[in-house]
């Protein structure tokens, strides 16, 4: 009942330096300049041009699309699965959607404005700002040379048309949206699903769950209901098995009004004391931290490095990942749901942190706190987690949603600023554990927000920020605190964040940080505090791969604690991980 057509490629491509595309109509006529542009990928190292690289403001995409003619009497969408951090959409005059947020897709519905068989133009304006109100916050600073974008994450500001972009049509009477939950009782999988009918005709819906094979396993009717799969296969970790469930509105015709085949996968997601359990059994998280970062396309999707980073976590024998620091793109998810791998998605809520913000911030507030400038991003942040889970939520793979990263944690404003967050996570997904990223300052006795939370997310940078080229006082404070935390919360803990920054090819035979043996020395010594410690129940290296960030003191053309290069050359770390954990597997 639907068709879809990409519209990836290359899109003509204009900067618009001082603002004037909005005011002189850009979307009116063909965009100035003869630049191209591809689509995904970000646009900041396409040229060799530091201004457009660095560039603060708006950019312009624009291409024209034609309507097939067979799609008369359709309903018409042009979906974005992501504009970074903030884009306008017109089709030829008409603005069509504006949205908020660098990670989650939004749609124009352009039935009423299109014609099948025709051409029109469509422009996009993205704007990379990033301010006390955005998610994640930054600032602008007027500088005698310009603006420069300021923010408090390390990874570097990239922008543009980063996903897939997609014209599809349905019924003028649609299926708008499915959620699926799931859940085990013995050997019998519970399916609970919700189907909203966005239109004007009447229809009923109608419900048939399909093993891999086809084989029907269920059957329902009505748009919400629970289906019963006796002797389920689970979704499993290492597995990825996946039902099918074909959703159908139906009428009075031999054929279905519309139809919507979803992937699900059957299993459970549980917490008890200080375990965390999937189908009942306790898991183990092997993995990383990572990025969507590759050279030249910036956060631009490629499947290409998708499903080498996947191949490259096979051969180590990781289970997990987490989405850091913004969801990732919907084939990531995608994949990780057909093999089994394990994901704690996140929201771009990074950088809500006190001690990033203070240079600036304590010259404005005397008392400063970083929910005092960032009250206003509250809303925001809701909108961006609300439209993650809405995204999200149907993805087996997903069993944990973390809520931000590092943010400030230890003030009653934090407290008050999380509160509700979390209310709202709960109602949106009551099936899922609820956490946080810990930052390194938090401790079990100045944390004040922890208990809102289902699982301990901490980074720890023991043997790098604190105790440098020290790994003996590294391993002594690390288990100190991971203890002290046990002692405070019957929780599980997964240290979601550790390493050390490691040049490919730099060796020695003493213990030399940024040396490729000392990363080695690193990652062993937190092995074995992990192994001593029942709670902790993961254990995620801060990154898989050496990625791009704004320029600092501490950063060497990037952050390099990744296990692989950015070109993903295994640094000598590799191997160990490998060994440790393809023997827990
Ligand atoms: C923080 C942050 C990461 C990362 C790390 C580092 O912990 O969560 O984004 O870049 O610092 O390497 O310093």
Known sequence: TRESTSLNGLWRFAVDTDGVG???????HPLPGRREAPVPASYNDL????????????VWYQRVIRIPGRWEGQRIVLRFD???????????????????GGY??????LTDLVEPGGEHRVTVVVDNTLSWQSIPPGYVEQTPVGPRQRYFHDFFNYAGLHRNVWLYTTPRTYISDIT????LTGPTGIVDYQIQVDGQE???????????????????????????????????????????LHAELRGTGEEPADAYALPVGVRTVAVEGNRFLINGEPFYFTGFGKHEDSPVRGKGHDDAFMVHDFALMEWLGANSFRTSHYPYAEEVLEYADRHGIVVIGETPAVGLNAE????????VFTTFSAFTINSATQEVHRQALAEMIARDKNHPSVVIWSIANEPESTTTASRSYFEPLVDEARRLDPTRPLAFVNFMSATPDNDVISGLFDVLLLNRYYGWYKNLADLGAAERNLEDELRAWTRKHDKPIIMTEYGADTLLGLRT?????????????????????FDRIDAVVGEQIWNFADFATAPGLLRVDGNKKGVFTRDRRPKTSAWQLRERWRARR
């Open 22 to 28: 909005r005011t002189d109509g850009w979307w009116r």
């Open 47 to 58: 040229f060799p041009d530091p201004a457009i690289h660095d560039h603060v403001g708006d």
């Open 82 to 100: 992501s504009a970074t951090h903030r884009a306008a959409v017109w089709v030829d005059d008409n603005e069509v959607a504006a949205h908020e």
């Open 104 to 109: 989650t897709p939004f749609e124009a519905d």
């Open 180 to 183: 699926v939950f799931t859940r």
């Open 202 to 244: 009447e229809h009923d819906v109608r419900v048939v769950l399909r093993d891999a094979d086809g084989a029907e396993v269920a059957r329902a009717t009505g748009s919400t209901g629970g289906l019963t799969v006796e002797d389920v296969h689970p979704w499993r970790p290492g597995e990825g098995y996946l039902y099918r």
């Open 356 to 363: 990033l913000g203070a240079t600036l911030a304590e010259a």
């Open 509 to 529: 035979i003493t213990p030399t940080p940024w040396t490729e043996d000392y990363q080695a020395d690193v990652l062993a010594m937190y092995h074995r505090v």
